[in-house]
């Protein structure tokens, strides 16, 4: 009996509380964003019993729950199954082939999407997070005024505050998305038909993946990159492979040279115009070209915070934007990923609460690019090596050996190993499913595994992984680069 009446007892301390939190307006600490950073850091903070206010005028999750990562991982899964009939196909192994649901799959994505926004908006508001639903303008450093979808205002007070506003893609002109004809990386997930043509202006992450699931649904894709190459971020050679593999299945490659406008002509198609003068059509364009921080109307100056001059906010070595505030995630600028915004968010979280009081450290960060072909880089490229001297090396080896990648009929890409003097100092891989090994890359590039230390231990056969520790193993050879 003692028992029930207890546990009644903290139910109704739990209601009391939760009811107390949903109507202050001065909290410790106030997050700016609902994005894997600021969700990461909000979940910290509320559990270490701290008072914590998240601002959000979109949906919880951010950008890469609601129209990012995960609808276009769902994307790609769903037409996976499609490159390995295709891989196969050639080989005569497979006979036939299936079609993908468009609006089944569209539907799948809608509710798997609002589920995972219900399940986080109630882990935050289970651990006291008032997540306030408006838009933020700060007024001090301490002050901030949040409108709300019918333009009421109100003001809050803070001793905290952390940037996590997250960004868009990015606009210039003659180059801007119209939502109808012209599409971002918002829109283009909302179309509920597949055009006949798409150009996809922009060769990096969200081209490159874009590209790959339209061309297993049958649209004609024309790619569009600035760069000398496709995938800018990575090494010529990985570049390379990525254009022979997209051109192979049909896509047209254009690199080196600047997109001037995308624009819908008078018969309602997107046109593209390089600076050579070419012009290339299509039914739809895609601006896939970079990213920009959602810091307008932030008023950010107020709270003591300097923006660079493409509207990111600066932070010092511990991620501070000024003495009581932080700035986290693609806000800030290093690095525009959503793990990475997450890694940011735990670490502030631990400064607020005088757990850390180190400098942000992030080490190797992992990137990767998805789809029938996928990108793994953990550390620096070869080019990046090179810049910043000493003497670099490579090992490389290539999955034509491999007995899984040559199961899923696609053994083509390589394993390559970036070594300054004796240390590794980059992996990356292009191939079949290789994003599965940017885990076991980064734990041998922290604990630099090589030599008699890589025999510490067993790879697993068949697997992958055999072609990553084979790629150490392999002789090195003088960039190149």
């Known amino acids: 009996m003692a028992s029930r009446y207890n546990h009644v007892k903290d139910d109704k301390r739990t209601s009391t509380l939760f009811y107390v939190r949903q109507h202050m307006r001065n909290f410790d600490d106030v ?3 609902a994005g894997p950073g600021g969700i990461a850091c909000a979940k910290i903070l509320g559990r270490a019993g701290r008072s914590v206010a998240m601002v959000e005028d979109r949906e919880v999750g951010g950008t890469c729950l609601n129209r990012g990562c995960v609808p276009t991982k769902l994307l790609l899964g769903a037409v996976a199954p499609l490159g390995i009939i295709d891989n196969l196909a050639r080989g005569r192994i497979i006979e ?14 809608r509710s798997f999407v ?15 997070v008032q997540i306030l639903k408006g838009h933020a303008r700060c007024l001090s450093p301490s002050s901030l005024e949040i409108e709300d979808t019918d333009g009421k205002k109100q003001t809050y007070t803070t001793k905290n505050i952390v940037f996590a506003c997250g960004s868009r893609t990015s606009t210039y002109p003659d ?22 043509s798409l150009i996809i202006c922009g060769g990096g992450t969200i081209g490159i993946e874009l590209a790959d699931f339209f061309l297993h649904m049958g649209c004609a894709v024309t790619i569009a990159e600035a760069a000398p190459q496709l995938c800018p971020t990575e090494d010529s050679d990985i570049g390379m492979h990525m254009r022979l593999h997209l051109e192979r299945r049909g896509a047209l490659c254009l690199t080196g040279v600047r997109a001037v406008s995308m624009l819908c002509d008078s018969d309602g198609n997107a046109r593209l115009t390089l600076a050579n003068g070419a012009t290339y059509t299509a039914r739809k364009g895609l601006i896939a070209s970079g990213r920009m921080p959602n810091t307008q109307d932030l008023d950010a100056e107020a709270a003591g915070v300097a923006r660079n001059r493409r509207g990111f906010i600066t932070t010092d070595f511990f991620l501070k934007s000024s003495p009581s505030s932080w700035a986290i995630g693609d806000v800030n600028g290093k690095i525009l990923l959503a793990h990475a915004a997450a890694h940011q968010g735990q670490y502030v979280a631990h400064s607020i609460l005088g757990e850390v009081q180190t400098p942000y450290i992030p080490g190797p960060c992992p990137s990767c690019f998805h789809g029938s072909l996928e990108i793994m880089r953990v550390g620096v490229t070869e080019r990046e090596a090179m810049a910043t001297g000493g003497d670099v090396y490579v090992s490389k080896v290539h999955f034509g050996s491999n007995v899984m990648a040559q199961a899923c009929g696609n053994p083509y890409g390589f394993v390559k190993v970036v070594w300054r003097n004796d240390s590794i100092v980059g992996i990356a891989a292009i191939g079949a499913n290789v994003s599965q090994l940017t885990l076991s890359a980064q734990l041998l590039l922290i604990g630099q595994y090589s030599g008699a230390r890589l025999d510490s231990f067993m ?22 680069s």
């Open 114 to 128: 609002e589920a995972s926004r219900k399940v986080v908006t109630s882990e935050l508001t289970g651990m006291g």
């Open 96 to 109: 036939g082939r299936e079609k993908v649901n468009f609006p089944a799959l569209r539907e799948r994505i």
């Open 175 to 196: 180059l801007t998305p119209d939502g109808e004809t012209i599409l971002g990386s918002t829109s283009i997930l909302e179309q509920r038909a597949i055009p006949e």
């Open 459 to 480: 790879v697993a056969h068949p697997t992958l992984d055999e072609t990553l520790v084979a790629a150490i193993r392999a002789q090195r050879k003088p960039s190149n």
């Open 31 to 33: 997050v700016i964003g």
